[in-house]
C-alpha cells in the first residue's frame, strides 16, 4: 500500500473513535470507518508480474484505453495511447520501459475533467521521458476533475527499470504515453489495462537493441 494510504485512513479512524467516545453515539462512526476502508483500498498497490522480452512497452497506469492516435510532435511523429483512470483503479504509476530519465518536466494548469482530450495540454501534469532499449518513450501524469496533486518519485538521470513503480496521481486522472512511429500496438480503444503488467505496444525486430 501507498504510504498515503495509511495516512488517511488512520486519520479518518481516529475522527470515528473520537466521534464514539465523546458523543456516546458510534452511529456517527459509521461515515468516518467507511471514508477510511476508501482511503486504505484506493491506495492499494499490488504486486505486478513485468512481461520480459526485447522492445516491449507496458502501461504506465491502471484504467481505460480511450484513445490511440497518430500525431506530429517537435521530435517527429508519434502515436499516442490515452488511459483514463477512475477513481476505482489502481493510482500508483509505473515505468513503461527501462533505461534513464532523460527529461521530467512539471507543468501547472487546469483541472478539466480527463475524458476530455484538452486535459492533454491544458491540465496539470508531471511529463517523463525514458531513453533505452534502443527508443524513447515520454509518458504523463495528467491531473484530472478530482485530482490535486501529481506525486513523481525520480528526477533527471535515474535509472529505472520497466514496470518500475515511479510515482502515482490521486484521484481521477489520466496517463498518456507517446510511443514511436513504429511500435506496433497490442491494445486498442476500450481495452482495460494494468499498470506495469499489459503490454501497450511492442517494437518490430530489429528496431530495439
Not at 16 to 27: E, F, K, N, Q, S
Not at 89 to 113: A, D, E
Request: positive net charge.
Amino acid at each position: 500500500m501507498v504510504r498515503d494510504g495509511y495516512y488517511y485512513g488512520f486519520v479518518f479512524l481516529a475522527v470515528a473513535v473520537a466521534l464514539g467516545l465523546l458523543t456516546g453515539c458510534w452511529w456517527l462512526s459509521i461515515a468516518p470507518v467507511l471514508l477510511a476502508a476508501f482511503f486504505l483500498w484506493f491506495f492499494r498497490d499490488p504486486q505486478r508480474t513485468i512481461p520480459a522480452g526485447p522492445g516491449l512497452i507496458v502501461s504506465p497506469g491502471d484504467g481505460l484505453v480511450t484513445e490511440t492516435v497518430a500525431i506530429e510532435t517537435p521530435a517527429g511523429p508519434r502515436q499516442r495511447i490515452s488511459i483514463f483512470l477512475s477513481v476505482f483503479n489502481v493510482h500508483v504509476n509505473r515505468s513503461p520501459i527501462g533505461g534513464v530519465l532523460t527529461g521530467v518536466r512539471y507543468q501547472k494548469g487546469l483541472y478539466l475533467n480527463a475524458m476530455n482530450p484538452a486535459s492533454a495540454e491544458r491540465n496539470e501534469q508531471n511529463i517523463a521521458t525514458v531513453s533505452g532499449e534502443g527508443i524513447e518513450v515520454t509518458f504523463k501524469q495528467i491531473a484530472g476533475l478530482l485530482a490535486r496533486r501529481i506525486v513523481f518519485n525520480l528526477k533527471e538521470g535515474d535509472a529505472v527499470e520497466r514496470g518500475q513503480r515511479v510515482g502515482l496521481i490521486k484521484f481521477g486522472s489520466r496517463v498518456d504515453v507517446l510511443l514511436p512511429a513504429e511500435a506496433i500496438l497490442r491494445v486498442k480503444v476500450g481495452d482495460r489495462v494494468m499498470g506495469g503488467a499489459s503490454v501497450l505496444a511492442a517494437m518490430p525486430q530489429g528496431e530495439a537493441h
